[in-house]
């Protein structure tokens, strides 16, 4: 659905973005993960066309991301990092401006506005202003308004920052409905469990370039046994146990590789500005 090939980016004499490629099939969820200044935020503009590469294409079904009203830009939904949406409009009213943006009207526009804003867990508080809602309210408005006119693309930069676990949980839920609608997902993020939850592939970077990609098993198998941290236990996890652990919203780690031993791995724990 989403194909990247070979982007490049500079700004001056620095290059933000060195040679990245990836792909992001309908019905998953491709983790982007990297170091503060690896490139990533780039890279996501460049995705959704506000950037445009220096070298290197971008297309959406095969159609390319081209100039400000290509059929591609509007296959895109987009969670910027900072909230985007008007405070002193209603919900429903922040749904009606976005999806009017794409072209939509009269019903289909106040169905489509009703539908988004029931996805996220918002439908009884679409005549409210978001000046009232807490900070995980608005992120949920905020990708709401990115799903109104139903992108078969969507690209969400960090959009958990700043909001408390039910929240966040109530993110995850709707993206992974997301996913078994068939959406194309990419999904930045600097929590290494939420990648371990979410993400079907994860794609590193580091100073602007791909340093690894794959599943997170295959990822896992790059770090030496001798570099990863490991949960002691006495026997073997029974799996009934991990179940009802699990079902209370706790995770039990089995022994191995975690995903954020890959990443220390692979990009150094030395401290990033």
């Given at each position: 659905?989403?194909?990247?090939?070979?982007?490049?980016?500079?700004?001056?004499?620095?290059?933000?973005?060195?040679?990245?490629?990836?792909?992001?099939?309908a019905?998953?969820?491709?983790?982007?993960?990297?170091?503060?200044?690896?490139?990533?935020?780039?890279?996501?503009?460049?995705?959704?066309?506000l950037?445009?590469?220096?070298?290197?294409?971008?297309?959406?079904?095969?159609?390319?991301?081209?100039?400000?009203?290509?059929?591609?830009?509007?296959?895109?939904?987009?969670?910027?990092?900072?909230?985007?949406?008007?405070?002193?409009?209603?919900?429903?009213?922040?749904?009606?401006?976005?999806?009017?943006l794409?072209?939509?009207?009269?019903?289909?526009?106040?169905?489509?506005?009703?539908?988004?804003?029931?996805?996220?867990?918002?439908?009884?508080?679409?005549?409210?202003?978001?000046?009232?809602?807490?900070?995980?309210m608005?992120?949920?408005?905020?990708?709401?308004?990115?799903?109104?006119?139903?992108?078969?693309?969507?690209?969400l930069?960090?959009?958990?920052?700043?909001?408390?676990?039910?929240?966040?949980?109530?993110?995850?839920?709707?993206?992974?409905?997301?996913?078994a609608?068939?959406?194309?997902?990419?999904?930045?993020?600097?929590?290494?469990?939420?990648?371990?939850r979410?993400?079907?592939?994860?794609?590193?970077?580091?100073?602007g370039?791909?340093?690894?990609?794959?599943?997170?098993?295959?990822?896992?198998?790059?770090?030496?046994?001798a570099?990863?941290?490991?949960?002691?236990?006495?026997?073997?996890?029974?799996?009934?146990?991990?179940?009802?652990?699990?079902?209370?919203?706790?995770?039990?780690?089995?022994?191995?590789?975690?995903?954020?031993?890959?990443?220390?791995?692979?990009?150094?724990?030395?401290?990033?500005?």
């Amino acid at each position: 659905m989403l194909v990247a090939t070979d982007l490049w980016k500079s700004y001056g004499a620095k290059a933000a973005v060195a040679g990245v490629s990836l792909t992001v099939g309908a019905g998953e969820i491709v983790g982007l993960l990297g170091p503060n200044g690896a490139g990533k935020s780039t890279t996501v503009a460049m995705l959704c066309g506000l950037a445009a590469p220096d070298r290197g294409t971008v297309a959406i079904g095969g159609d390319a991301v081209g100039g400000e009203a290509s059929a591609a830009k509007r296959r895109i939904g987009l969670v910027t990092q900072e909230v985007a949406i008007f405070e002193a409009l209603s919900a429903r009213a922040n749904l009606e401006l976005f999806g009017a943006l794409y072209g939509l009207e009269g019903p289909q526009l106040a169905e489509r506005a009703m539908g988004a804003l029931d996805l996220v867990g918002l439908s009884a508080q679409a005549n409210a202003k978001p000046a009232t809602f807490s900070g995980g309210m608005k992120r949920r408005l905020n990708i709401a308004c990115a799903l109104v006119h139903e992108p078969a693309v969507l690209l969400l930069d960090e959009p958990t920052v700043g909001v408390d676990p039910q929240s966040r949980n109530a993110i995850f839920d709707n993206l992974e409905t997301l996913r078994a609608q068939g959406k194309a997902l990419v999904y930045t993020t600097h929590y290494m469990e939420e990648a371990e939850r979410l993400c079907d592939r994860v794609v590193i970077m580091d100073h602007g370039r791909v340093i690894a990609s794959g599943d997170r098993e295959s990822l896992r198998g790059l770090v030496p046994p001798a570099n990863a941290r490991r949960l002691e236990l006495e026997g073997e996890i029974d799996d009934g146990l991990v179940q009802l652990l699990a079902a209370r919203g706790l995770a039990v780690r089995r022994p191995g590789a975690t995903l954020e031993d890959v990443f220390l791995h692979l990009t150094g724990r030395a401290l990033r500005d």
